[in-house]
């Protein structure tokens, strides 16, 4: 499906998560050493997943809760994005093991796809062209960061 120009930007950003989680899990499937996985993830989250979360949360999130967005899917992101954040934290703690990089993989998928499948439909819908086009022009436009670029090719 086609996203709305104006929130093209994150569902690019979109495409890379999906790309970062299915390359982690392969890594995990071929034994690769923990901590270049904790820091791909870590990368990852410093290059473009903690600004995007960023921008669902202070830009699209009150912008939705304007229109009377159903609140159970905000809740929803929220608390995904918080999990996610949680196991960020224990692989900047070094007290990250092979489950919770495989969770963070399988969870950052599931969420990715919650917002693609469900999420952003439901806020197309509900969203004005020209609170679409206000959000659009507070959203990074710049290309997204791709994944596959990362220095250590551990999926190959």
């Known amino acids: 499906m086609k996203r709305h120009l104006q929130l093209q930007p994150l569902s690019r950003q979109h495409h890379n998560g999906l790309l970062m989680s299915l390359l982690l899990l392969k890594g995990l499937r071929k034994n690769t050493d923990l901590q270049v996985l904790s820091d791909f993830i870590l990368h ?37 994005h918080t999990e996610l954040r949680a196991l960020v934290q224990k692989i900047e703690n070094n007290s990250a093991g092979k489950d919770e990089i495989s969770q963070f993989g399988t969870l950052l998928e599931k969420h990715i796809r919650f917002e693609e499948r469900i999420f952003f439909p ?35």
């Open 122 to 156: 439901k806020a197309e819908e509900i969203l004005s062209e020209e609170k679409l086009s206000d959000i659009g022009e507070l959203l990074q436009h710049e290309d997204s960061v791709n994944c596959m670029n990362y220095p250590v090719k551990f999926w190959e």
């Open 44 to 80: 990852g989250w410093k290059e473009e997943l903690q600004s995007h979360f960023e921008a669902e949360e202070k830009i699209l999130i009150p912008a939705l809760k304007e229109t009377g967005f159903d609140d159970l899917l905000i809740q929803q992101l929220l608390i995904e």
